[in-house]
């Protein structure tokens, strides 16, 4: 753990606020799969046991009174359900493109800076110009960085 906050330490200050971000998209991330995977697990009851099974449960939870006041019948509720359901998935996957192309946009920029500030570093120590004769400054801005954010 302690890793972890040396590694944040050295982010530059706009990267430090929104790793908060990305992590609370993380977390939002995490309550959708698992909201998804708990709708899966009634629509594969209801499949494997037919529309008796899912008549049941309706009676069983007192839902099909609900239903049956608003002018539902049992195959528009099944549809209604069915379109609920695709579009749930159909959020968590816009949701989820949307995350991984903010993540990846600050991943892209937070190591822009961190080459830039590294290179200006390198550029400005002028105490160390004459052991320059090597390109190891070029491969500690352009790999090292890029290690540091994976």
Known sequence: MNIVFRGIKLLPSSSKKKIWIILLIQFIK???E?????LIIPVIYILAKGENAFESILLKYDLLDFFLKNNLDLNNFIYLFLISIVLIFLIKFVFT?????YEQQWLEISNAK???SLFAKYINDIDNISDRKNHNA???????ISIFYK
Request: glycine share 4%.
């Open 138 to 144: 070029i491969r500690n801005i352009t790999s090292e």
């Open 34 to 38: 698992i909201f998804s995977i708990g």
């Open 30 to 32: 995490f309550f959708l």
């Open 97 to 101: 493109i949307y995350a991984s192309f």
């Open 114 to 116: 961190m080459a830039s």
